[in-house]
């Protein structure tokens, strides 16, 4: 056990060297839910409750995490076509700990890009509730853990076959969002896509992490959000272990 830990620790710091190095290269990423922001809040609904931002801004973190860890295969189809994931295959270090380590580096840029959007819109009419934000964090940290582990086992599957791994990143991601009711609510939307959403892990994510940024906390609706990112975090690891084992 502490020949994995430290293994891991080792792949973590490995994989968090570039993001030390280019820190923009965060804000960069963050480009997009950026826009998302300045093209879709304007438009928002006046709410009795107060500003639409409590309910737009936890949508918005939730899909940078999303779309954050589900890019982060491509770092690895990279190091695959250079001859560079072969070496750390052959490597003492263990083969879970080449996966764990990556995919809990996905934590770091994922709690940069959540301080980075409260810190723009805490200006505007946007209530800062600091605990609810800490503990929202936490769960999305465990969801981007999964996230990042299954985008690496989809590279590892993919082989260098970019097209294979952007198709179904891309056909997944978007569904995914848009079920979870991060851009628009999915209340009174037709029965099959209640269905949908209500199978959808990432749609507990996104109402525990909107309570919290609220300021409230509502047992059932945080215990659901972290249940949620427990069984993307479970599957991610379990599958891209077995990926990484089986890798060559």
Do not use: C
């Not at 190095?21 to 963050?30: D, G, H, S, T």
């Not at 599957?157 to 628009?184: C, E, N, R, Y």
């Not at 959808?200 to 994510?205: D, E, Q």
């Amino acid at each position: 056990m502490s020949t994995f830990v430290q293994d891991t620790v080792n792949v973590m710091n490995r994989e968090l060297k570039p993001v030390w190095r280019e820190p923009m290269a965060v804000v960069f990423a963050m480009i997009q839910p950026l826009v998302f922001l300045g093209l879709f809040a304007p438009l928002l609904p006046e709410m009795a409750t107060g500003s639409a931002l409590q309910w737009f801004v936890p949508g918005i973190v939730a899909m940078t995490a999303l779309m954050g860890a589900s890019f982060t295969g491509s770092n690895l189809m990279e190091e695959m076509q250079s001859g560079s994931h072969e070496r750390q295959l052959v490597s003492p270090l263990g083969r879970p700990a080449l996966l764990v380590g990556r995919a809990l580096k996905e934590v770091v840029p994922m709690l940069m890009q959540v301080a980075i959007i409260v810190a723009v819109v805490t200006p505007f009419s946007f209530d800062l509730h600091l605990g609810g934000v800490v503990v929202a964090a936490l769960v999305l940290s465990l969801f981007s853990v999964g996230i990042g582990a299954l985008s690496f086992a989809l590279a590892l599957a993919s082989k260098g076959q970019d097209w294979m791994f952007w198709t179904i990143q891309q056909t997944l991601l978007f569904p995914t969002l848009l079920t979870a009711g991060v851009l628009l609510p999915v209340d009174g939307a037709p029965r099959w896509l209640e269905v949908v959403s209500a199978i959808n892990p990432m749609t507990y994510v996104v109402d525990a992490t909107r309570a919290l940024f609220a300021g409230t906390f509502p047992a059932d609706v945080v215990l659901q959000g972290v249940a949620g990112a427990a069984v993307v975090a479970a599957l991610g690891l379990w599958v891209g272990v077995r990926a990484m084992r089986r890798s060559s």
